[in-house]
């Protein structure tokens, strides 16, 4: 229904964004990956998936066109919902995705959290040849630097449905594993969400 979103950001959150469109602010969940992609601030234009459920009418926002599509593939998947997928593309960038579908590994599947064996199976084999056809394309390559990693982190825990005390005990306790040395908030996330 909406392919693309342009506007200025009047929020920027690890788990959401609020883009300003012509005086309309929209709502869009995203990923780390999104998140990292986007400038601090100004005007973007963002891919769009809408889901429709029973209960609500939900925009998902995507940096790029190969983030949206594959997301499209991982929904299409029995069993996998938007925010399992949106889960999977928070702790593996697109190109780590699809290369480890097409290299039918499950495992590295499994250790997102909420993909059990069977679920991790189950994408590898019914994505395995659309993702061959398409080709498998480099992971690209995000930085983004802030000086409120912890908080951020938290954030995007929290919004992906962990309880704060648990996602802040995951933070300490990867930040002390780490002695502090964490680059982005991205990364605290992904460690976290192996913790889990």
């Known amino acids: 229904m909406i392919a693309f979103l342009e506007g200025s950001m009047e929020e920027k959150n690890p788990a959401y964004l609020v883009i300003n469109c012509q005086g309309v602010g929209y709502l869009l969940h995203i990923s780390l990956n999104t998140y ?3 400038p601090p601030e100004g005007r973007v234009r ?6 429709i ?4 009418h939900i925009l998902y926002g995507f940096a790029g066109q190969e983030e949206k599509d594959l997301f499209r593939h991982l929904i299409s998947v029995s ?9 999977i593309l928070s702790a593996m960038t697109p190109g780590e995705v699809k290369a480890a579908i097409v290299a039918s590994n499950s495992s590295a599947l ?11 199976k189950r994408i590898v084999v019914d994505l395995k040849d659309r993702l061959e056809k398409e080709g498998v394309l480099q992971a690209e390559n995000l930085t ?10 938290l954030s995007a825990l929290v919004m992906l449905g962990f309880t704060k005390a648990t996602a802040h005990k995951a933070i300490a306790a990867i930040l002390k594993k780490n002695q502090g040395n964490i680059q982005n908030a991205e990364h605290l996330v992904k460690e976290a969400l192996k913790s889990f």
Do not use: C, W
């Open 144 to 153: 983004f630097t802030d000086n409120t990693i912890r908080e951020e982190a």
């Open 46 to 51: 963002i891919q769009t998936l809408q889901v």
């Open 79 to 87: 069993g996998v919902g938007p925010n399992t997928a949106r889960m």
């Open 36 to 38: 990292n992609a986007l």
């Open 110 to 120: 499994e250790a997102v959290k909420g993909i059990g064996a069977k679920s991790a």
């Open 53 to 56: 459920r029973e209960d609500a």
